[in-house]
């Protein structure tokens, strides 16, 4: 150590130019090791709060990753560590992927179909995928798709886009604790570019979107390495970007990427017996992880991670009704103020928010930019008090159910309280 300071002393100016010199030269060499390899980045934007909000710990493990390009041929995967992750609302890293598998080694291919799986058991839910390919081409892909493909799925008040525009988010769990239900996902990204006719041919016909195991599959046992099913020829477009015959999409369970042996979500070889004579790859049909997922109805289970966790929105966006009545909405308790209800996400039953003038004036000043006197002025005397909702009603002052009323019980009123409250004002987004 002496003889270091002696050094730096004696040298003056030029140790300080040798000590500045070195993170310099370690770029260097990191440069020149770097030289010639392709890299895909990708970006993940999870959890359904922003990161200076409440966090209701829908941030979780950065998933897997696996690239294969428009013919079944993988580029490359990304095997994360188990203390990587990405906190409630937040973007990852760039996530860089090498074209490692490709052939040759580092071809600059386009990335087309994409495996998405939890390898570590802290879920998380996903309101959207970027992907950048060695060509700065870019695609995405977003969590409304996992929502309405049978995922379970949450509100989610990330802003995308200069109209604020919120997906939601689609929850993928390693180990389906709190029920839910799907490890992995498998997508072809260029299916997601958007168009207003192809929004429209989803929204008519959401086969061609979600029953079509190569476009999007949601698994729930999918493991990191395991094939993800491609379309076998590629599937031809219009100009438009809706399919041309839909008939080859819808049903269509493709065929393994890369390996012909293979069968889709499991790793283990087909036996030759199931193979089909085909001039692509080979299938098993008759593989239980083809089938369509079973509908049953999702309710937080008691010991439930988003147990005395609450929600509350003035988003025009978001709806309670919509929440409470899907089958595999999960995550806290909500309240949306533009409907005026609240959802016990423990029973999915709707209850209506009870009235309070001033929290109701607040909310209609909130909604229509108007001040609260200016409220009042619209409201003068018309305002009919004998239609107050008083009893049986969620308070959102207090955070609790309202008893039935006056020496009255009815046991079918929920005890809540809540450990996490945030309330989503309208128009902030904390971005």
Not at 322 to 342: K, Q, W
């Amino acid at each position: 150590m002496a003889l270091a300071i002696i050094g730096m002393v004696s040298l003056g100016a030029s140790a300080a130019f040798m000590v500045a010199s070195i993170p310099m030269m370690e770029q260097f060499y990191a440069d020149m090791a770097n030289k010639g390899k392709v890299y895909t980045n990708v970006k993940i934007g999870s959890g359904l709060a922003l990161a200076n909000e409440t966090s209701f710990g829908t941030g979780g493990n950065t998933p897997y990753i696996a690239l294969w390009d428009g013919q079944g041929h993988r580029i490359g995967r990304y095997a994360p560590d188990e203390d990587e992750k990405i906190s409630d609302g937040t973007i990852s890293g760039n996530i860089r992927i090498r074209h490692d598998d490709t052939e040759p080694e580092d071809a600059r291919k386009k990335p087309e179909y994409m495996l998405v799986a939890m390898n570590h058991p802290d879920a998380i839910c996903i309101n959207f995928i970027s992907v950048t390919d060695p060509n700065d081409e870019k695609q995405a892909w977003y969590g409304d798709v996992g929502s309405s493909c049978g995922g379970n799925w949450y509100q989610s008040r990330y802003p995308i886009g200069e109209k604020n525009y919120m997906p939601r988010c689609t929850w993928l769990d390693q180990n389906h604790s709190d029920k839910l239900k799907h490890r992995g996902m498998g997508i072809r990204l260029p299916d997601f570019a958007a168009s207003d006719e192809r929004a429209k041919q989803y929204q008519d016909n959401k086969d061609t979107m979600c029953n079509s195991q190569p476009r999007f599959w949601l698994y729930p046992d999918i493991k990191p390495n395991d094939l993800i099913p491609v379309f076998f020829p590629p599937p031809d477009y219009n100009t438009d970007l809706t399919d041309k015959d839909p008939s080859k999409i819808i049903n269509n369970k493709g065929y393994p990427a890369g390996n012909p042996g293979m069968k889709i979500g499991s790793g283990s070889p087909t036996s030759p017996d199931s193979a089909e004579s085909t001039d692509g790859p080979t299938l098993k049909r008759s593989s239980p992880e083809l089938e369509p997922p079973v509908r049953r109805r999702w309710l937080n289970p008691p010991d439930s991670r988003f147990q005395g966790q609450l929600v509350m929105s003035s988003h025009d966006s978001h709806s309670a009704k919509v929440l409470c009545e899907h089958d595999h909405s999960a995550g806290p308790d909500f309240v949306s103020f533009r409907e005026n209800l609240f959802c016990d996400m423990s029973t999915k039953k709707m209850w209506p928010l009870c009235d309070s003038p001033e929290k109701k004036k607040e909310q209609q000043a909130e909604n229509s930019g108007d001040s609260i006197e200016e409220v009042d002025v619209k409201q003068g005397a018309a305002e009919d008090k004998g239609q107050q909702v008083q009893f049986a009603c969620f308070d959102t002052e207090t955070k609790s159910m309202r008893g039935a009323g006056p020496h009255r019980r009815d046991s079918s009123i929920p005890v809540k309280q809540y450990h996490k409250a945030e309330h989503w004002h309208e128009g902030n987004t904390g971005l």
